[in-house]
């Protein structure tokens, strides 16, 4: 029996599943069974599997569209590891990644973790830029940044892991998406089990492609926010609510600029200039740290929008969630 079970939901993308298993298919520690969960895709991925038969233990399950987090408890439920593992379909895992959690877990003695991502150098420019933003502390606070302290790293499900027993305690994924995995985290943390940040352990995530599909997920991550704000209201933390104000803040200066002074505008150049440049100093690349800077805009203002109607629906108006924001949740 693997001592692992990596568990991944796909939804229409074989090319991105065959870019996952080749990377799978060379690791240095071999000690992990793969679980493909088809979550009713149009575009299935079970040609692609085929070839890597004779080098990974794989199993492949289809099943009607349920969300991603019910399909990793799909996955959970026929998994046989002591460790459940969760990468996203897009993500590339570097040959030591197992190697690295071994070595890690030998020492620390955890209940689940969570492990960092980076840009891969095969990424294109725009998923370069984005990967900046969805990191830098400029734009976080550090939330999803490599930080060791859960309370502010919550673990993701692109790079995450939790011990059966945890499974077998507090459940899985609930039908929210996105953030079922925070979602998860908490629970968990709030079970007592000890949880930690594996820098180690880290993958290759490739994220939007493109700034229109950015938009839309941080929007989401925002709306998302203020669900989990009333569903577990100990964990809110201040900078939760930085980019509302960035946005409404953004708005004002606008205005001013339009109706007062053309100097209103500054603050803004300043924050651009200040992302630029940490962009450059990060990736030594002038054309990444030119598109973090709209990368950057549109994910601060994009999550703003989005807490701020999830604010007045879900704790102005007390609507209830699954009523007032139906789109965020799947159906079984």
């Given amino acids: 029996m693997k001592k692992y079970t990596v568990i991944v939901p796909v939804f229409n993308r074989p090319q991105e599943v065959d870019e996952l298993l080749q990377s799978l298919a060379v690791q240095s520690c071999k000690d992990f069974e793969v679980l493909i969960v088809e979550d009713g895709s149009q575009q299935d991925c079970k040609a692609v599997l085929k070839r890597y038969e004779k080098d990974l233990p794989i199993q492949y399950f289809y099943k009607e569209n349920t969300g991603p987090g019910d399909s990793r408890n799909f996955g959970m439920a026929r998994a046989k590891g002591e460790w459940l593992l969760f990468f996203d379909s897009d993500c590339l895992i570097p040959p030591q990644y197992f190697e690295a959690l071994e070595a890690h877990l030998a020492v620390h003695d955890l209940d689940a973790f969570g492990g960092a991502d980076d840009s891969h150098p095969s990424f294109s420019i725009t998923q370069k830029a984005i990967n900046y933003s969805m990191t830098s502390?400029?734009?976080?606070?550090?939330?999803?940044?490599?930080?060791?302290?859960?309370?502010?790293?919550?673990?993701?499900?692109f790079n995450m892991g939790i011990k059966r027993k945890v499974y077998e305690t507090v459940g899985g994924f609930s039908?929210?998406?996105?953030?079922?995995?925070?979602?998860?985290?908490?629970?968990?943390?709030?079970?007592?089990?000890?949880?930690?940040?594996?820098?180690?352990?880290?993958?290759?995530h490739k994220r939007r492609i493109?700034?229109?599909?950015?938009?839309?997920?941080?929007?989401?991550?925002g709306v998302v926010r203020t669900i989990l704000m009333k569903w577990h209201p100990d964990k809110f933390k201040i900078v939760y609510i930085f980019p509302s104000l960035f946005?409404?803040?953004?708005?004002?200066?606008?205005?001013?600029?339009?109706?007062?002074?053309?100097?209103?505008?500054?603050p803004l150049g300043l924050l651009a200039?200040?992302?630029?440049?940490?962009?450059?100093?990060k990736t030594r690349n002038p054309i990444i740290a030119l598109l973090a800077i709209p990368a950057s805009f549109i994910q601060l203002l994009g999550y703003g929008y989005g807490f701020l109607k999830g604010l007045f629906k879900v704790h102005l108006l007390k609507q209830e969630e699954r009523k007032g924001l139906k789109g965020f949740f799947f159906e079984k």
Avoid: C
């Fill in 137 to 157: 502390f400029l734009t976080t606070g550090g939330i999803r940044g490599k930080k060791n302290n859960l309370d502010r790293f919550q673990p993701r499900s």
């Fill in 175 to 204: 039908d929210i998406h996105p953030g079922e995995d925070p979602d998860l985290s908490y629970r968990i943390m709030d079970a007592g089990f000890k949880v930690g940040f594996v820098p180690t352990a880290f993958v290759y």
């Fill in 210 to 221: 493109d700034f229109g599909k950015f938009l839309k997920q941080v929007y989401k991550f």
């Fill in 247 to 266: 946005f409404l803040g953004t708005i004002a200066l606008i205005v001013l600029f339009l109706a007062v002074s053309k100097w209103f505008l500054m």
């Fill in 273 to 281: 200039s200040l992302l630029f440049l940490e962009a450059l100093f």
